[in-house]
Nanobody, 113 residues
Framework: QLQLVESGGGLVQPGGSLRLSCVIS????????IGWFRRAPGKEREAISC????????NYADSVKGRFTISRDNAKNTVNLEMHSLLPEDTGVYYC??????WGQGTQVTVSS
């Protein structure tokens, strides 16, 4: 059974940065496309970014393009999401997902002064 564990969330001021990590176990990361999603308070879960299993293809939601960067380290079974110039509307629970099938438990990101 594939397991995903997110970390790196926290409280940050507007304009600040955070780095989220998603560590996969029970499988080989290179076999999976990985996506980051977030659920903002009172809103539906939305896709933020995704990276193909080989890492060649990366996509971003318009709301985060130019501010967030997704990367994967297959040797460490880890996918990272670098987030910069954070806005209050980036607040939410961030989840990683493998092959649209497996989910982590989420990590809370709060952007507030």
């Amino acid at each position: 059974q594939l397991q995903l564990v997110e970390s790196g969330g926290g409280l940050v001021q507007p304009g600040g940065s955070l780095r989220l990590s998603c560590v996969i176990s029970g499988g080989t990361l290179n076999d999976y496309g990985i996506g980051w999603f977030r659920r903002a308070p009172g809103k539906e879960r939305e896709a933020i970014s995704c990276v193909s299993n080989g890492g060649a293809s990366k996509n971003y939601a318009d709301s985060v393009k130019g501010r967030f960067t997704i990367s994967r380290d297959n040797a460490k079974n880890t996918v990272n999401l670098e987030m910069h110039s954070l806005l209050p509307e980036d607040t939410g629970v961030y989840y990683c997902n493998a092959n649209v099938q497996y989910w982590g438990q989420g990590t809370q990101v709060t952007v507030s002064s």
